[in-house]
Nanobody, 125 residues
Framework: HVQLVESGGGSVQAGESLRLSCTAS????????MGWFRQASEKGREGVAA???????SYADSVKGRFTISQDSAKNALYLQLNNLKTEDTAMYYC???????????????????WGQGTQVTVSA
């Protein structure tokens, strides 16, 4: 039974940084694709970034150059480094996983099998 647990969210000011973590049980990073999504109030859930078992990464245009996704296979953990945060980054952030060869459809919600419960990121001006 795969479980994903996010942590690291918080309230910061614009321009500051946060590091989100996602700890996986019954899952290893070599299994496939892991991604980060976010959902702002009254908006749909959107893909932020993904990483495949080989370390290949993908990003939404809105976060390129500011966010960095990474994983630690020894800890079965996924990370998202959020730098130069903006107020529009305020959202609940979720990690997701799918056993797959690559992250071809990484930005599609329904492509993932497993989801965490989310961690809130709030950025004030």
């Amino acid at each position: 039974h795969v479980q994903l647990v996010e942590s690291g969210g918080g309230s910061v000011q614009a321009g500051e940084s946060l590091r989100l973590s996602c700890t996986a049980s019954a899952w290893t990073t070599s299994n496939g694709c892991m991604g980060w999504f976010r959902q702002a109030s009254e908006k749909g859930r959107e893909g932020v970034a993904a990483i495949d078992s080989g370390g290949g990464t993908s990003y939404a245009d809105s976060v390129k150059g500011r966010f960095t996704i990474s994983q630690d296979s020894a800890k079965n953990a996924l990370y998202l480094q959020l730098n130069n945060l903006k107020t529009e980054d305020t959202a609940m952030y979720y990690c997701a996983a799918r056993a797959s060869d690559g992250c071809r459809w990484w930005h599609h919600l329904t492509w993932y099998f497993y989801w965490g419960q989310g961690t809130q990121v709030t950025v004030s001006a």
